[in-house]
């Protein structure tokens, strides 16, 4: 791919914590680790304790296999696992067991859409390995904290490490990329994407004239679409000072919002990769991954095209909910509960929901807030019992507290005024009210939207406003005729 001279290069290591029945990957200790307390999740297996054997989750396998279908890789004849070796707190055996020689998939790819149109991220290999343990910093960042503790309930979980080749140029590229994967996993229920660290990058990056630099400990897609603009910066500040970037592995303080030096980077020799010698080679029956294929569910690109031609929604509409695969389903239950315009169903939970929804990552939907409760926000909507600007207003009342909408119109007076006679009256108030805009209005049709204005206003926007304005003309024309 060309580049210009000063063009970055990206390339992803990401790793995806596979949903495996709740047991790690070479043990039975319970992969449900967050919330728990430290280093109670472990056994000999995780720890590698003298004499503790390993054994395959199978479970492990069959997902790795879905993925690499889904991306249309290459699925390895034989399942081979290699040690690859480094000394860290966070491995407890002083090596990794993962693969090397022969990963579970090669090749592949995945599009993204780019300012530029569609674009594709070749991926050059998945492996299944295990999660290392965790770091814990008491003082929030490796810069702060005076010593570091170390969780190894994370030790052993099943991991997936998805590693793309150098095609991305721009930290939004990367991050287009991190959201389109997370997509695929979910609807092929590899991973529970919500779950903190479930899906995490390193992130490797160079500028022509430098050496490639890997950054870690980057959590969570925005962050990595910030390491990456300050390492751009960085490395382009030091190629203007006439100095080159060495290779070396670089720490993303989420904190201060740089990267930290931590080490010299590894060459492969430095891992002294080798066969893991108590888990032997097995064959991956053929017919395991036709039934794996014939399996696959509706993809993400395949989603959006049915979306759109299902529910007669825009693509662009159609990708935000796709994006996230909860998002959709929500939608869809939603969509059969209403039967109204599903495209103002879209915009709603794209417009209005999601933006309360965003800062819990998704975690109210289908628990505080519910497909029927959004479904009769619609209806009442629909049926005039409540204005746009009510609906909109509803959404946070919605996220936030779960309560049914019916009951929020009540405690938050929000039933639309539609009886004639009542909304009369208080037309007749505000007309008396405004004698100055009542002479301009006699003289200039226009100014009729000012005293429609104050009856919304008076009405703290309940007043159907058809109706409203209808009733402002009526008792005008009353007025010029005498009538009144």
């Given at each position: 791919?060309?580049?210009?001279?000063?063009?970055a290069?990206i390339?992803?290591?990401?790793?995806?914590?596979?949903?495996?029945?709740?047991?790690?990957?070479?043990?039975?200790?319970?992969?449900?680790?967050r919330?728990?307390?430290?280093?109670?999740?472990?056994?000999?297996?995780c720890?590698?304790?003298?004499?503790?054997l390993?054994?395959?989750?199978?479970?492990a396998?069959?997902?790795a296999?879905?993925?690499?279908?889904a991306?249309?890789g290459?699925?390895?004849?034989?399942?081979?696992f290699d040690r690859?070796h480094?000394?860290?707190?966070?491995?407890?055996?002083?090596?990794?067991?993962t693969?090397?020689?022969?990963?579970?998939?090669r090749?592949g790819?995945?599009?993204?859409?780019?300012?530029?149109?569609v674009k594709?991220i070749?991926?050059?290999?998945?492996?299944?390995e295990?999660d290392?343990?965790?770091?814990?910093?008491?003082?929030?960042?490796?810069?702060n904290?005076?010593?570091?503790?170390?969780?190894y309930?994370?030790?052993?979980?099943?991991?997936?490490?998805?590693v793309?080749?150098?095609?991305?140029?721009s930290?939004?590229?990367?991050?287009?990329?991190?959201?389109?994967?997370?997509?695929i996993?979910e609807?092929?229920?590899v991973?529970?994407?919500?779950?903190?660290?479930a899906?995490?990058?390193?992130?490797?990056?160079?500028?022509?004239?430098?050496?490639?630099?890997?950054?870690?400990?980057?959590?969570?897609?925005?962050e990595?679409?910030?390491?990456?603009?300050?390492e751009?910066?960085r490395?382009?500040?030091?190629?203007?000072?006439?100095?080159?970037?060495r290779?070396?592995?670089?720490?993303?303080?989420?904190?201060?919002?740089?990267?930290?030096?931590a080490?010299t980077?590894?060459?492969?020799?430095?891992?002294?990769y080798?066969?893991?010698?108590?888990?032997p080679?097995?064959?991956?029956?053929?017919e395991l991954?036709?039934k794996?294929?014939?399996?696959?569910?509706?993809?993400p690109?395949?989603r959006?095209?049915?979306?759109?031609?299902?529910?007669g929604?825009?693509?662009?509409?159609?990708?935000?909910?796709?994006?996230?695969k909860v998002?959709?389903?929500?939608?869809?239950?939603?969509?059969?509960?209403?039967?109204?315009d599903?495209?103002?169903?879209?915009?709603?939970?794209?417009?209005d929901?999601?933006?309360?929804?965003?800062?819990e990552e998704?975690r109210?939907l289908?628990?505080?807030?519910?497909?029927?409760?959004?479904?009769r926000?619609?209806?009442?909507?629909?049926?005039g019992?409540?204005?746009?600007?009510?609906?909109k207003?509803l959404?946070?009342?919605?996220?936030?507290?779960?309560?049914?909408?019916e009951?929020?119109?009540?405690?938050?007076?929000?039933?639309?005024?539609?009886?004639?006679?009542?909304?009369?009256?208080?037309?007749q108030e505000?007309l008396?009210?405004n004698?100055?805009?009542?002479?301009?209005?006699?003289?200039?049709?226009?100014?009729?939207?000012?005293?429609?204005?104050?009856?919304?206003?008076?009405?703290?926007?309940?007043?159907?406003?058809?109706l409203?304005r209808?009733?402002?003309?009526?008792e005008?024309r009353?007025?010029?005729?005498?009538?009144?």
């Amino acid at each position: 791919m060309m580049r210009t001279a000063d063009q970055a290069v990206i390339g992803l290591e990401v790793h995806v914590q596979v949903n495996t029945l709740r047991s790690k990957l070479f043990c039975s200790c319970s992969s449900d680790y967050r919330g728990a307390g430290p280093n109670t999740h472990i056994c000999p297996v995780c720890l590698g304790l003298p004499g503790s054997l390993p054994v395959t989750n199978e479970e492990a396998v069959r997902k790795a296999i879905q993925l690499c279908l889904a991306i249309g890789g290459q699925v390895a004849r034989v399942l081979r696992f290699d040690r690859k070796h480094y000394f860290y707190p966070d491995l407890p055996k002083n090596y990794q067991i993962t693969q090397y020689l022969e990963p579970i998939c090669r090749g592949g790819s995945i599009e993204i859409e780019t300012r530029s149109g569609v674009k594709r991220i070749r991926i050059r290999r998945i492996n299944i390995e295990e999660d290392p343990g965790r770091i814990v910093y008491p003082g929030g960042s490796a810069h702060n904290s005076p010593y570091v503790l170390v969780d190894y309930n994370r030790s052993g979980v099943a991991l997936l490490e998805v590693v793309t080749e150098p095609d991305m140029r721009s930290p939004e590229e990367a991050f287009a990329f991190l959201e389109k994967l997370r997509s695929i996993v979910e609807h092929l229920g590899v991973c529970d994407c919500g779950l903190e660290g479930a899906m995490r990058a390193d992130a490797n990056v160079s500028i022509e004239g430098g050496e490639r630099v890997e950054i870690k400990n980057i959590t969570g897609f925005s962050e990595v679409k910030r390491a990456l603009a300050y390492e751009i910066t960085r490395q382009r500040d030091l190629l203007l000072k006439g100095q080159r970037p060495r290779r070396e592995t670089r720490h993303w303080d989420h904190v201060r919002k740089v990267t930290l030096p931590a080490r010299t980077k590894e060459t492969e020799e430095d891992y002294r990769y080798m066969p893991e010698p108590n888990l032997p080679p097995i064959p991956i029956p053929e017919e395991l991954v036709e039934k794996l294929r014939a399996s696959l569910p509706e993809l993400p690109d395949a989603r959006i095209d049915r979306l759109a031609r299902q529910y007669g929604i825009r693509r662009e509409v159609a990708k935000v909910l796709v994006s996230r695969k909860v998002l959709a389903d929500f939608f869809e239950d939603a969509a059969r509960l209403y039967h109204g315009d599903k495209r103002r169903l879209a915009h709603y939970v794209v417009n209005d929901l999601l933006n309360w929804l965003k800062d819990e990552e998704l975690r109210p939907l289908y628990t505080r807030v519910k497909p029927e409760h959004v479904a009769r926000v619609m209806q009442l909507l629909d049926e005039g019992v409540i204005t746009i600007r009510q609906a909109k207003e509803l959404a946070e009342h919605l996220v936030k507290r779960g309560v049914e909408p019916e009951r929020l119109v009540e405690e938050l007076g929000f039933r639309r005024i539609a009886d004639e006679d009542r909304l009369r009256t208080i037309v007749q108030e505000v007309l008396r009210e405004n004698p100055k805009a009542v002479r301009d209005a006699l003289k200039n049709p226009r100014a009729v939207n000012f005293l429609v204005g104050m009856v919304m206003r008076k009405t703290r926007g309940r007043a159907d406003p058809v109706l409203a304005r209808r009733l402002v003309e009526e008792e005008l024309r009353k007025l010029a005729s005498g009538r009144a």
